[in-house]
C-alpha cells in the first residue's frame, strides 16, 4: 500500500479536534476467473491486492457521523437517525454500512472520520467494496466487540450496495475485502459461502493490471439488466427442471431446449454465465497441477464471453485483449464488472518488460493517453492498523 496511517492521520487531526482515533484498512481485489457468476450463485477466485482505503474513525459523543473524504476535499455530517441519509454517493456508503451495522444490533454511536484510498476508481478494483468493508469491520470493532463474522461484514457492504447505492451487485467484491489472505487467492462457492484459499505463488509467471482509464461504474450501467436477464432465463429452465435455482445449475442443453422462450440477448448472457461457472473449476484443477496454460486459455475464454455475450466490454479492453494475444500473453480479460476498467494478464516473467513496453506505446497511439500498469501483489483483507 502506497498509502500510509499518516497520510489519513494528518488529515484527521487537521480537519477534527486535534485527536488522534482508530485506523482501519480494507483492501480492492483482482478477480482471476469468474466473472459475474456471483449474483448466479456460482464461484468467484479473487485475491486482495495492496492498494486500498484507510480510515481514521473516533466516537464523538454525538449521534452524527462527521466525515471528511481525503481524497475528493469533501465533508458531509449526517444523523445516525436520518432515515433518509446523506445524498452524496460517497457519504451514502458510510451511512448505508452504519445503518445495516445497527439492523444487525451494533450499537453503532456518532463519530468523526477521514478517509483516504489509493484503489485507482473505475478501474473495477473495488474501490467501493473497499470503504464498505472498512467502516464494517470498524464499527464492529469498536461497538460490535468484534462479534459479526467477516462473511457477515461482507453481506452489509453488499445490502449498502443493493439498498442505498442501487447497484445489485454479488458478494465477492465485498467477501475477498473482507476475507482476503496475503499470498492467496480465494475461490467462493457464492452459494454455501464455503471458501478456499489457493497460495498465489506462480513460478515463472506474474500477473499485470492494465488499466485502460476508461472510466466504469456499476451504478447507472446495465449490470442490473444483466443480472435479472439471467434470473429469467434460470426461472423459465426450472418450469421444467425445478432443480435449477440459479443459473449455476444450468447446463447449455438446458439453455437450449428453452431458447424459443427467451430473448436472443439472454440467451448469449446465460451462454457465457454457464461456461465461466465451468471455467473456474478448471482454473483451480489446473492451478494444483501448476498448468499456466489452461489457467490461460480460460482466461482468454472468459474474455471472449464478457466481450461477445455478456457484452460488457468496450473498444478499449478488446483492444487491450488483442494487444496481449499478440504478445504471446498466457492469459488476458475484462477484470471485474465491465464497461471500462482493466484488463487482467498473466504473462511469463521474460515477457513482462516488453509486453509492458508494447502495450503502453500501441495504446497510447491509438487513444493518445497511456494506460496505466499495475502490477498485482496478493495483500491482506480488513484489519486494524492503530
Ligand atoms: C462487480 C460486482 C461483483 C461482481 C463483478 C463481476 O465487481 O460488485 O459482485 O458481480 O462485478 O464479476
Same mark, same amino acid.
Given at each position: 500500500?502506497?498509502?500510509?496511517?499518516?497520510?489519513?492521520?494528518?488529515?484527521?487531526?487537521?480537519?477534527?479536534?486535534?485527536?488522534?482515533?482508530?485506523?482501519?484498512?480494507?483492501?480492492?481485489?483482482?478477480?482471476?476467473?469468474?466473472? *459475474?457468476?456471483?449474483?448466479?450463485?456460482?464461484?468467484?477466485?479473487?485475491?486482495? +491486492?495492496?492498494?486500498?482505503?484507510?480510515?481514521?474513525?473516533?466516537?464523538?459523543g454525538t449521534r452524527n457521523v462527521r466525515a471528511y473524504s481525503i481524497d475528493l476535499k469533501d465533508y458531509v455530517e449526517f444523523s445516525l437517525d436520518d432515515e433518509a441519509g446523506p445524498k452524496a454517493t460517497w457519504a451514502r456508503y458510510i451511512f448505508g454500512v452504519c445503518r445495516e451495522m445497527m439492523a444487525l444490533g451494533v450499537p453503532v454511536e456518532g463519530f468523526n472520520t477521514a478517509f483516504a484510498g489509493d484503489v485507482p476508481l473505475g478501474a473495477g478494483m473495488s474501490s467501493s467494496a473497499a470503504l464498505e468493508s472498512t467502516y464494517a469491520y470498524a464499527l464492529n470493532d469498536l461497538w460490535g466487540d468484534n462479534k459479526i463474522e467477516r462473511l457477515e461484514?461482507?453481506? +452489509?457492504?453488499?445490502?449498502?450496495? *443493493?439498498?442505498?447505492?442501487?447497484?445489485?451487485?454479488?458478494?465477492?467484491?465485498?467477501?475477498?475485502?473482507? !476475507?482476503?489472505?496475503?499470498?492467496?487467492?480465494?475461490?467462493?462457492d457464492c452459494r454455501s459461502g464455503e471458501i478456499a484459499y489457493f497460495p498465489w505463488n506462480p513460478k515463472g509467471y506474474q500477473l499485470v493490471l492494465v488499466n485502460s482509464c476508461v472510466k466504469h461504474e456499476l451504478k447507472g450501467?446495465?449490470?442490473?439488466?444483466?443480472? !435479472?436477464? %439471467?434470473? *429469467?432465463?434460470?426461472?423459465v429452465i426450472a418450469k421444467n427442471h425445478p432443480e435449477v435455482k440459479s443459473l449455476r445449475d444450468a447446463n447449455y442443453?438446458?439453455?437450449?431446449?428453452?431458447?424459443?422462450?427467451?430473448?436472443?440477448?439472454?440467451?448469449?448472457?446465460?451462454?457465457?454465465?454457464?461456461?465461466?461457472?465451468?471455467?473456474?473449476?478448471?482454473?483451480?484443477?489446473?492451478?494444483?497441477?501448476?498448468d499456466y496454460e489452461t489457467v490461460g486459455q480460460?482466461?482468454?475464454?472468459? *474474455?471472449?464471453?464478457?466481450?461477445?455475450?455478456?457484452?460488457?466490454? %468496450?473498444?478499449?479492453?478488446?483492444?487491450?485483449?488483442?494487444?496481449?494475444?499478440?504478445?504471446?500473453?498466457?492469459?488476458?480479460?475484462?477484470?471485474?464488472g465491465g464497461f471500462g476498467g482493466c484488463t487482467i494478464n498473466l504473462i511469463a516473467d521474460e515477457l513482462v518488460d516488453n509486453f509492458k513496453k508494447v502495450v503502453s506505446e500501441k495504446f497510447e497511439a491509438k487513444y493518445g493517453k497511456k494506460p496505466v500498469i499495475i502490477d498485482v501483489v496478493i495483500g491482506d483483507g480488513a484489519r486494524k492498523l492503530c
Open positions: 500500500m502506497k498509502l500510509t496511517i499518516d497520510d489519513v492521520r494528518s488529515r484527521f487531526v487537521k480537519h477534527f479536534d486535534g485527536e488522534t482515533g482508530s485506523v482501519y484498512a480494507s483492501p480492492g481485489r483482482i478477480n482471476l476467473i469468474g466473472e *459475474h457468476t456471483d449474483y448466479n450463485n456460482g464461484f468467484v477466485f479473487p485475491g486482495a +491486492v495492496e492498494q486500498g482505503m484507510i480510515a481514521e474513525i473516533k466516537p464523538n461484514l461482507a453481506r +452489509v457492504g453488499q445490502r449498502t450496495e *443493493h439498498k442505498y447505492i442501487g447497484v445489485n451487485c454479488g458478494i465477492m467484491d465485498q467477501a475477498i475485502s473482507c !476475507l482476503g489472505k496475503a499470498g492467496n487467492l480465494m475461490r467462493m450501467s446495465p449490470y442490473n439488466e444483466r443480472r !435479472l436477464q %439471467c434470473e *429469467h432465463v434460470a426461472e442443453d438446458m439453455l437450449e431446449e428453452v431458447k424459443a422462450e427467451i430473448t436472443a440477448d439472454e440467451y448469449k448472457r446465460a451462454r457465457y454465465v454457464i461456461g465461466e461457472v465451468v471455467r473456474v473449476l478448471t482454473v483451480c484443477d489446473a492451478l494444483e497441477k501448476g480460460m482466461m482468454y475464454e472468459t *474474455h471472449y464471453g464478457l466481450s461477445k455475450e455478456y457484452e460488457v466490454s %468496450c473498444e478499449e479492453l478488446d483492444y487491450l485483449n488483442d494487444i496481449a494475444k499478440e504478445e504471446g500473453v498466457t492469459g488476458s480479460r475484462i477484470m471485474g
